[in-house]
């Protein structure tokens, strides 16, 4: 029973394989356009904390040289 079941294995009849476009392979291979593997909104979200962080450090500078008081 078992003697015969890698040579039935290795038949591929029973699976019938579609036909590969050409087209769609080659436009679905190319690769993406991505900055430090970063998508768009990702690369957005982290110049939004830079942005923060800048601004926090700044208003920290302007409050320890005393040119801006909070009261």
């Known amino acids: ?22 087209e769609r392979v080659s436009h679905l291979a190319r690769p993406e356009k991505r900055v430090f593997g970063m998508t768009a909104g990702q690369r957005f979200i ?11 450090v700044g208003f920290m500078f302007l409050l320890v040289f005393e040119k801006v008081w909070i009261i």
Do not use: I, K, T
């Open 1 to 22: 029973m078992f003697d015969n079941l890698r040579d039935m294995s290795d038949d591929s009849a029973l699976f019938v394989e579609p036909p590969v476009d050409e």
């Open 46 to 56: 982290l110049a939004l904390l830079l942005f923060a962080a800048v601004v926090v």
